[in-house]
């Protein structure tokens, strides 16, 4: 079932307008240009920690044979989601026994605000992974020591290279409290001491090799590393990431509550300590470096997952049945509107819905493809299948939860992905761009472009523009620009001449221009 819920969204779309199109971009970038030292978006420095890219990298070159190279790239998102699931299986198995330990990664699955970016390309999957790893080494501190260690130096060395020194501290400020829970203090302060100098060889040869070989782009980095922890801590940014957290965690945080309340008087065990701690921590790091915004905020979902886990499975059998019931009706009135929204396009039935999805996506024309299709029904038919036959279990209600979602975004990206991808893609901007551009156009200036338009544009047409105010985007020949206005698509003078206009398909307030001087 996890297998399905990583899979499901990683393919059949384009790169999409944001962070998915800005990494992918990145990534390619690295792979075609094999610049592996650091990062760029589209030929400029891009000062980011190179492991996501690394790896995305890697697996665009591994999967170039079967998929295109987006997709190929977007794998390393489902391999970052797998190891996040792993680790907090063993997190919760340590911590809450075999029989518990599959509630751990079926919550962080089911948490809301995580489907919507684990189909990404995004690095923080990789902090997200490194964060489930610490939960476990720390969990099993005790039973086995060297392992954790291992695990635990791998977490930390993985997080500051994936997403950077903010991320990591709360890694660090964790291993306090596992030294503090452990019967044998000593033991467990040589186990993380290990775990450190492993994660300091891992992490060490990189940010050398870049301030010896490249030392301009090493200092950039660092700045940009080190400017979120020079602001002031924000109550305010806790207190937005507070209120983010009853649908964005959702159904942790009420289970995390009802575990609190329930085992209120074993606080200071480690199944509840642990947890508690380590998202206290986290969420003070958030309020310090970061603003209130939903990528960042995945950092406390595996926390969160992993104290929910015996409540999950602790419900009342009033509560239980609710839930179940919830989920189940919840799911099937979701999956219901899908086939609705696929018939709509491709049979014209129903009519109102079929006339809204035109006026949202003006030019859309649907397809029927046979492979959705079947896809589509199996997945249904999974679904009223597992309603009918999953046994009477604890873990029924959260099986139909996480199973609902799995089913809910297989059916999504499947059946209506065209879609939704007909406009969040600038795979059109990019091809009438570089075909009004002859084979001997030389450079390229740009005004305006932001970093998904950069990377698209590198992605899409292999054209990476300079910009219109350096040096060398002086010297060019050719202009783009974008903008809202009349003034903001301007040509700078007279003596530019307007080759194209466009936009993206349903968006018409983002407009494209082409001169040529």
Not at 31 to 44: I, M, N, Q, T, V
Not at 189 to 198: E, R
Not at 410 to 417: E, I, P, R, S, W
Request: contains cysteine; glycine residues 8%; proline residues 7%.
């Amino acid at each position: 079932m996890l297998a399905f819920y990583v899979l499901a969204g990683l393919f059949g779309r384009d790169p999409w307008k944001g962070e998915d199109a800005i990494h992918i971009g990145t990534a390619w970038h690295m792979l075609h240009y094999g610049d592996w030292l650091s990062p760029e978006l589209a030929g400029r420095p891009f000062h980011e920690p190179p492991l996501y890219y690394w790896s995305a990298a890697i697996t665009g070159k591994l999967f170039a044979w079967l998929l295109p190279a987006h997709e190929a790239i977007r794998m390393a998102s489902g391999i970052w989601v797998t190891l996040a699931l792993m680790g907090l299986y063993y997190a919760s198995r340590e911590l809450y026994g075999e029989e518990d330990a599959a509630a751990g990664p079926l919550l962080l699955a089911g948490c809301a605000g995580l489907l919507f970016h684990a189909h990404d390309a995004q690095p923080m999957l990789v902090a997200l992974a490194a964060y489930s790893g610490t939960l476990a080494a720390l969990a099993a501190l005790e039973r086995k020591p060297r392992l954790a260690g291992i695990v635990y130096g791998l977490s930390v060395a993985a997080c500051l290279l994936g997403t950077g020194i903010a991320p990591t501290l709360p890694l660090l400020a964790a291993a306090p409290v596992a030294c503090y829970l452990s019967p044998n203090r000593r033991q467990a302060l040589l186990t993380l001491f290990i775990g450190l100098a492993l994660a300091t060889t891992l992490i060490l040869p990189w940010p050398l090799l870049l301030y010896n070989l490249e030392p301009t782009r090493f200092h950039g980095w660092l700045a940009t590393e080190l400017a979120p922890l020079k602001t002031p801590f924000s109550f305010i940014g806790g207190g937005s990431f507070l209120l983010m957290l009853p649908w964005f965690a959702f159904p942790a945080f009420p289970l995390a509550a009802w575990t609190l309340w329930i085992r209120r008087h074993a606080i200071r065990a480690p199944g509840q300590f642990l947890p508690l701690a380590f998202l206290i921590i986290t969420l003070l790091m958030l309020a310090w470096a970061y603003r209130p915004q939903q990528i960042p905020a995945l950092l406390l979902l595996p926390p969160f997952a992993l104290l929910a886990t015996p409540g999950a499975l602790a419900l009342r059998r009033g509560a239980a049945n609710a839930f179940d019931w919830f989920a189940m009706s919840t799911f099937s009135v979701f999956v219901g509107i899908v086939w609705l929204g696929w018939s709509a396009m491709v049979l014209g039935w129903p009519g109102k819905m079929a006339e809204r999805a035109s006026i949202l996506r003006p030019g859309f024309v649907a397809q029927f493809d046979l492979l959705a299709l079947a896809i589509g029904l199996l997945a249904t038919a999974w679904w009223i299948w597992l309603i009918f036959t999953a046994p009477r279990s604890p873990y029924r209600s959260l099986t139909h939860w996480t199973l609902g979602f799995t089913t809910l975004w297989l059916l999504a990206a499947t059946l209506v992905m065209p879609w939704f991808d007909f406009n969040k893609s600038y795979r059109p901007i990019a091809q009438a761009i570089a075909d009004k551009l002859p084979a001997d156009h030389g450079c390229v200036a740009e005004r305006a472009l932001n970093n998904t338009q950069l990377a698209s544009l590198s992605y899409f047409a292999a054209l990476e523009p300079v910009a219109e105010t350096s040096k060398a985007g002086l010297a060019c020949n050719w202009l783009l620009v974008v903008g809202d206005t009349r003034r903001g698509v301007a040509a700078p003078n007279s003596r530019w001449t307007k080759v194209w206009e466009g936009n993206r398909p349903g968006d018409h307030k983002e407009t494209f221009r082409l001169f040529r001087r």
